[in-house]
């Protein structure tokens, strides 16, 4: 760990994306699971997430990233899902 | 060549900021300070200045604007008053925290409640320990002077903090004084161009401010930050040092007046060191070996030179124009027996109330005082260390 002597000004971090190192993930009590076949790809998860946890391929929703997610819930709740059968539910951390 | 006028201590200020020419000021109307955010937002209006003004709603967003400003990498300046600055004090840690150089006039008015637009030190010593640097002024010059100053003090590149320029409301904001005027060139020449630290507009590098540190690092960083306070005597000596070269008046860390030979002195700040100085000089006249200390720079104090200074005397009484609530003393008191404590031999240490809300500090105010400290040294007793002075009973 860094020493008081190599602190640097103002605690002004000077590389670019550090946050990635951060892994908020350990801080979930709920986790999102992810049910494919209720999934419409409407994208709700992926533009509401304030973590960039949902990863999108080829325009299609991919799996969570749990390194990143902090299971705040707010992609279970504005998922729309398919026939009213939400696409992503809200299930207790296990460890 | 300098300009001598005739001017209000906020009006001095504001021809300071306009010889400055700040890239952004943000400020928000608050007696006594107004007057000056006013008479710079004329030099705005008027297109004598470049600055971006910004309007806000409140001191809080007056200096969080002020905040992003200097992180973006401009030259920052605000002033504000009283309940503005109490307003400001949680953005004043923030401020100080990122080591970012604002300077802000405060012009020293009485806290509420009962609400009280006059001079009192209150203000700035609830924000004692905010992280800013203290500039106190005895009048109108000073505060110019040390205005001027303040931009290379807190911009130097060893300390990068921001700088309080205090003066006493109405009694210095408002009267009007003698001053000389420094010509613009030689101030701008003097502050020079601004540089920018990390400034967050370089987007080439692209970095982040303000990040979140918890158990693991938060005592380094306050550590490192405590480190920096170690070395802004010295700037502000050398910054003092080339004003005195551009204008033949002489700053230090804080003035002493006939104090050398002395065997009893006064503590006391800003506009209330004028009158006191006035009173010493009639006693000296009667031989009675009575000398004055008058801080400069308040934060951060400078124990080991002021405990110097005044270790040689037999009695001294530190006045306070803002009261310590909970049993305590006045903040000047606790500072002058703090650089005090480490002598054996020491002087006998009394604190003395004065001026809150604006009350008149007058001349028979500092003989009274001085008259205690004489039979402190006849009789070897304090009968009282802490005592209010001009209040009815």
Known sequence: ?95 | MTKVVAVTGNEAVANAFRQIEPDVCAAYPITPQTELMQRFASFVSDGKVKTELILVESEHSALSACVGAAAAGGRVATATSSQGLALMWEILFITSGMRLPVVMAVVNRALSAPINIHCDHSDAMGARDSGWIQLWSENAQEAYDNAIQAFRIAEHMDIRLPVMVCYDGFIISHSIERIEYLDDDIVKNFVGEYKPLYPLLDIENPKSYGPLILTDLYMEVRRAHAEVYKKVPQVVLKVAEEFEKISGRKYGLFETYRLEDAEIGLVVLNSAAGTAKDVVDEYRDKGIKVGLIKPRLFRPFPYGEIGDALKHLKAVCVLDRADAFGGSFGPLYLDIATSLYPYSIKPALINRIYGLGGRDFMPEHVAYVIEELKKIVETGKVESFKEYIGVRE
């Not at chain 1, 946050?19 to 509401?48: D, V």
Request: net charge positive; with cysteine; aromatic share 10%.
């Open chain 1, 1 to 95: 760990m860094m020493g008081w002597k190599q602190i640097p000004p103002g605690m002004v971090i000077l590389e670019a994306g550090s946050a990635l190192k951060f892994k908020t993930g350990s801080w979930r009590a709920f986790k999102p699971r992810w049910i494919e076949e209720n999934c419409i790809h409407c994208l709700l998860c992926w533009l509401y997430c304030p973590d960039n946890a949902v990863k999108v391929k080829d325009g299609k929703r991919g799996e969570f990233d749990f390194d990143y997610c902090k299971g705040c819930g707010i992609c279970a709740l504005e998922c729309p899902g398919k026939k009213g059968n939400k696409a992503i539910v809200m299930e207790e951390e296990v460890k």
